[in-house]
Structure formats: structure tokens, C-alpha cells
């Protein structure tokens, strides 16, 4: 079920719960991951936006499109700062709800169509977040309110819905 119209450019859309091939039937796919209900926010730290970039789950988000990125960020001295964050949405007895929230670093400069990420940090960053973990400590005060504002922007219910965990560890 899409809560956003994705065909409205810049809007947002967060994937929620789909039919899983994988439901213990023990056929086809068992044991692929599933990434139905995982959604890659991207938050742009100077122009103080978030948004929804489906891209990014195969590395081909708009900020990484054409970058050549390096795990070295002494290669990337002009870079501006941005975060992907990958977010998990779940349904419990009151409703959808944030479960898995865990952030990673990125930085691009853009003219010299350089890029710096952790590729492992990235991979395993997603990997909290689908097991319900929440990752944003290491974040700087200006993102993680970015962050928090968009996720309470998108819905309030399912903010509200969210752990304590999640909402402390938002704090500016």
C-alpha cells in the first residue's frame, strides 16, 4: 500500500507491507530478503530537505546517479554532507509504525563527480533496519532534526506509533 502518490514529482512514498513470497510455504524464494517494506530517505543536510528516493536501494538514488564513489572521504574534500537513511515500516496493533530506522554517511561533490560512502556500512545499516534496530546516534544534531521533522511530516500516527527508543534518540 503506497501512503504518497510517487508519480507527483518530490513527494514521498514509504512501501509498507506486501504479500510475502516467502511465508513459510517453502518453495520459490525462500530465504531471499525482502525489501517490501523498506524505504530509502535521503536528507540533503544543506539544503535542509528529506525525501523519499526509491533509487537508493539499488545505489542509483539522484544524488548518486553519475558519481563515482570511493570508501576514502580524504578523496572527497568538497563533498557536500548527506544521509541515507533506511527506514522500516511494520503494522502493529495500532496501526503502521516506524520499526527500523538506521542512518549512513554519504558525501558528494557533485563538479568533480566524486563521492564518498561505506558500501559494508550501507549494506549493514540496511540490514538493522529491516530487523526493527533503530541507528541514528552517530547522526549531528541538524540531521537527525531533518529526520524527525520528515518522519512526523509524512504521518503523524505512525510517529506517534513509533518506540521510545526511536523518538530519544531523534532529539536535537
Known amino acids: 500500500m503506497d501512503l504518497l502518490n510517487k508519480n507527483k514529482k518530490n513527494k514521498s512514498q514509504f512501501t509498507i507491507l506486501n504479500n510475502d513470497s516467502t511465508d513459510g510455504h517453502g518453495g520459490f524464494g525462500v530465504g531471499t530478503l525482502n525489501l517490501n517494506n523498506v524505504s530509502p530517505v535521503i536528507i540533503d ?23 563515482k564513489f570511493t570508501p576514502n572521504k580524504e578523496e572527497v574534500p568538497n563533498g557536500r554532507p548527506y544521509w541515507i537513511v533506511w527506514v522500516t515500516v511494520d503494522r502493529n496493533e495500532h496501526g503502521p509504525y516506524y520499526a527500523g530506522v538506521a542512518a549512513c554517511e554519504m558525501t558528494v561533490d557533485r563538479e568533480a563527480r566524486r563521492g564518498y560512502k561505506n558500501l559494508a556500512e550501507h549494506v549493514n545499516h540496511m540490514d538493522k ?3 526493527r534496530k533503530i541507528v541514528v546516534n552517530h547522526m549531528d544534531k541538524k540531521s537527525k532534526k531533518i529526520l524527525k521533522d520528515f518522519l512526523q511530516n509524512h504521518n503523524q500516527n505512525m510517529w506517534e506509533h513509533s518506540s521510545e527508543d526511536l523518538k530519544q534518540q531523534l532529539e536535537a
Open 129 to 131: 533496519a529491516l530487523k
Open 45 to 67: 543536510v544543506e539544503n535542509e530537505r528529506a525525501f523519499v528516493d526509491m533509487g537508493a536501494l539499488h545505489a542509483r538514488s539522484e544524488v548518486e546517479k553519475r558519481i
